[in-house]
C-alpha cells in the first residue's frame, strides 16, 4: 500500500549543517524486512553503553533523520549508541516503514524482525546494556515505534512515539483513516491488541511518551489520546493524566500517567503550533538540539532532550522511590508461581536486611522476613505490579526494586453480545472484509457489517466461541 505523509514546516530552513558520520553495518541477521542499518558511537562511550533505535519519517533516510533530529548531539553528552534503521522504495514507494502490513508488524516476520535484529546485534557487537535498549520514530517511523514496542516488549524499555499511531490501527481499517480523522476504539479494545502482538507476554511493559504537534493535519492529535488509551490500558491505569506540567520555550503540555511504584509509565508531550515533524530547538543550549534544514523538522522544543530524560539516559534516574533508608533495592523480583487467588513472589536478598516492605500497586500489604512471599487472596484474571524494599532494624524501607507485573489465572468466563461490526472493532473477531470469525475458534459469525449480531464468549483469554444460546 502507497502512503503518502505531508507536513507543515514552522518558520524558515536553517543553512545547511555537516552530516553526521554514521557506520551502515552488514550482516546484523537474517534481515527479512530488507532494511539498513546504520551506527552513530560517539567518541566516548562508556561500558555497557544504551542503544536508541531512530525511524525516519516517509519520504526521509537514515542520514537525514541523524543529520537534523538532534539524536546524535544528545548521544554526545550522554553516551549512548544511535541505530539508524532506514527502509527503502523497494519496500514502499514512499520509503515508509510498512506498519500497517502484517508481513511487517507482526513479531518474528519482515520489517519488525529486521530491526529487533539490528538490536540484538548493537548489544552483541557494542557490549551495550541489553535491558536500556530503547527506540523512537517520526510519523510512519512513529507508528513503527508503537509496532516495536507491542512486537517486542521483551526488548524495549521504553519508546517515544512522534506523530504515530497506535499498534496495529490500521487492522480493519485503512492506514489514512488511521491517519486522519483517526480511529477511535475503547481503552480496553487497543490494549488487547498489544497484548495479542505477543500473546505469551505478562510484563513488564516498556514505558511510553508520545510526542504529538496539536496543529497537526497528516496524523491528527486525536491519535495522540488514542495511543494513550492504548498504553494506559496496557499499564493498566486511568486514562486522567496524574500530573500536567509545562516544558521548553514553547510551553509544550507535558501529561504524566505514573504507575503504582512512582515510574511514569506513559506520557504525553503536546507541542503547540507546530504541524507535523519532529519538534527540534536548533541552538547550543543544554536543553537544544537538532536543525531544521530539512522537510519534518520544526521549529519548536528539543523533543530528543526530552527523549532522553525519559529514557533516564542525562543521568536523571527512572528508577521507584528511593525510600528513606540507606540500603539498596533488592534486584531479581519475579513472579515464580501464580494461581487463581495468589501470586509468590522470589528475589535476591539484600546484606544487612531484617525484613521487606512488599507494595501491591503502591500499597504496601505484606512485610516478611525473606523470599519467597505469597500475595493471596486476589481475585481471579486480575493484572497487579509488585515492588519491593529491603527495611533495616528500625523498620526503614531503603530503595524500592523493579517492578514485576502477572495476571492470576481462572478468569470466569466473559461474555459480550455485539455486531459483527463491532465484536471485530473490540477485537474479539477478525474479518477477511466480506465474513467477520471468532478469534481464537475462527468461527463465521457471517457478513462483516452492522446488523448480523452473536454473543461471544471469552475462555480462555483470547478464544471466542458462538454463544447465542447462553453465556456463560
Not at 510498512?98 to 557494542?126: C, L
Not at 496496557?234 to 515510574?263: F, K, M, N
Not at 494461581?339 to 516492605?357: C, F, H, M, R, S
Request: net charge negative; with cysteine.
Amino acid at each position: 500500500m502507497l502512503l503518502v505523509v505531508g507536513g507543515v514546516l514552522a518558520g524558515p530552513l536553517s543553512p545547511a549543517v555537516a552530516a553526521v558520520a554514521l557506520q551502515r553495518v552488514t550482516g546484523f541477521g537474517a534481515n527479512p524486512g530488507q532494511l539498513t542499518m546504520y551506527v552513530y558511537r560517539p567518541a566516548s562511550l562508556p561500558a555497557a553503553p544504551a542503544v536508541v533505535i531512530a525511524l525516519h519519517g516517509c519520504a526521509q533516510n537514515a542520514q537525514t533523520y541523524a543529520d537534523n533530529s538532534g539524536l546524535p548531539e544528545l548521544a554526545d553528552r550522554h553516551g549512548f549508541l544511535v541505530v539508524f534503521a532506514e527502509t527503502t522504495s523497494a519496500n514502499n514507494p514512499n520509503k515508509c516503514f510498512n506498519w500497517f502490513q502484517a508481513a511487517d508488524n507482526r513479531r518474528g516476520q519482515g520489517e519488525a524482525a529486521s530491526v529487533r535484529q539490528m538490536a540484538a546485534h548493537a548489544v552483541s557487537a557494542y557490549s551495550a546494556d541489553p535491558a536500556r535498549t530503547f527506540v523512537t520514530g517520526l510519523s510512519a517511523g512513529g507508528a513503527m515505534t508503537s509496532v516495536m514496542l507491542a512486537a517486542y516488549p521483551d526488548v524495549f524499555a521504553a519508546g517515544a512515539v512522534i506523530a504515530g499511531l497506535p499498534y496495529d490501527c490500521a487492522k480493519g481499517s485503512s492506514p489514512y483513516t488511521c491517519m486522519n480523522p483517526g480511529v477511535d476504539k475503547s481503552p480496553a479494545a487497543w490494549a488487547r491488541l498489544v497484548r495479542d502482538a505477543y500473546p505469551a507476554w505478562t510484563g513488564p511493559w516498556p514505558r511510553v511518551a508520545i510526542w504529538q504537534g496539536d496543529a497537526d493535519t497528516t496524523v491528527v492529535p486525536r491519535n495522540a489520546d488514542e495511543l494513550r488509551d492504548q498504553w494506559t490500558a496496557v499499564h493498566g491505569l486511568p486514562q486522567t493524566p496524574a500530573r500536567t506540567s509545562v516544558i521548553g520555550p514553547d510551553a509544550t503540555r507535558q501529561e504524566e500517567y505514573p504507575a503504582a511504584d512512582g515510574t511514569v509509565a506513559v506520557e504525553v508531550d503536546r507541542v503547540p503550533g507546530i504541524g507535523h515533524g519532529t519538534p527540534v530547538d536548533p541552538g547550543s543550549g543544554p536543553a537544544q538540539c537538532g536543525h531544521t534544514g530539512a522537510a519534518y523538522f520544526l521549529a519548536s522544543i528539543c523533543s530528543a532532550h526530552w527523549i532522553s530524560k525519559f529514557f533516564g539516559l542525562d543521568g536523571s534516574t527512572t528508577d521507584p522511590d528511593p525510600g528513606p533508608g540507606t540500603l539498596p533495592a533488592p534486584s531479581g523480583l519475579a513472579a515464580s508461581a501464580v494461581g487463581d487467588t495468589a501470586v509468590t513472589l522470589t528475589w535476591d536478598q539484600v546484606p544487612g536486611a531484617t525484613d521487606y516492605a512488599v507494595h501491591r500497586d503502591g500499597v504496601q500489604v505484606a512485610t516478611p522476613a525473606a523470599p519467597p512471599y505469597t500475595d493471596g487472596g486476589l481475585a481471579p484474571g486480575t493484572g497487579h505490579t509488585w515492588t519491593v524494599a529491603a527495611r533495616d532494624g528500625a523498620g526503614t524501607p531503603g530503595a524500592r526494586s523493579a517492578p514485576v507485573t502477572a495476571s492470576t489465572t481462572g478468569a470466569p468466563a466473559a461474555c459480550w453480545k455485539a455486531n459483527n461490526y463491532q465484536q471485530v472493532l473490540a477485537g474479539r473477531a477478525t474479518t477477511d472484509g466480506s465474513y467477520a470469525y471468532a478469534k481464537g475458534s475462527g468461527q463465521n459469525l457471517g457478513l462483516y457489517n452492522l446488523y448480523v449480531t452473536h454473543t461471544l464468549k471469552e475462555a480462555p483469554a483470547g478464544y471466542f466461541v458462538i454463544a447465542d444460546a447462553g453465556c456463560p
